[in-house]
């Protein structure tokens, strides 16, 4: 079994950036792919970012330039940092990571792909 534990959310004004981390634990992710997404009240659970267990990223296309992922396998940790925040960016943020093995560059994306999760941290962008 994989825990994940989200941090560094908290309430920022536009422009501003934070760094999200999501520690894990239990097994070490080295050879696993990880991915952020985000839910906002009302809406869907949107993909943000990805990573590969060889360090292959992915983005959202909306957020491509602002946010940027990274991982430290020796940490176990996984990062999301996010600059020029917009108060559309107010969400929970989640990190999950797939142990199967099989996502595609076409699933990487996809939420049900992922079999681990976080609990989230929430994000808050006032303008």
């Known amino acids: 079994q994989v825990q994940l534990v989200e941090s560094g959310g908290g309430l920022v004004q536009a422009g501003g950036s934070l760094r999200l981390s999501c520690a894990a634990s239990?097994?070490?992710?080295?050879?696993?792919?990880m991915g952020w997404f985000r839910q906002a009240p009302g809406k869907k659970r949107e993909f943000v970012a990805a990573?590969?267990?060889?360090?292959?990223?992915s983005y959202a296309d909306s957020l491509k330039g602002r946010f940027t992922i990274s991982k430290d396998n020796a940490k176990n940790t996984v990062y999301l940092q996010m600059n020029n925040l917009k108060p559309e960016d107010t969400a929970v943020y989640s990190c999950?990571?797939?142990?199967?093995?099989?996502?595609?560059?076409?699933?990487?994306?996809?939420?049900?792909?992922?079999?681990?999760w976080g609990p989230g941290t929430q994000v808050t962008v006032s303008s």
């Open positions: 999950a990571v797939d142990t199967n093995g099989d996502l595609t560059t076409r699933t990487i994306g996809v939420a049900e792909r992922y079999d681990y």
């Open positions: 239990g097994r070490t992710f080295n050879s696993y792919d």
């Open positions: 990573i590969s267990w060889n360090y292959r990223t």
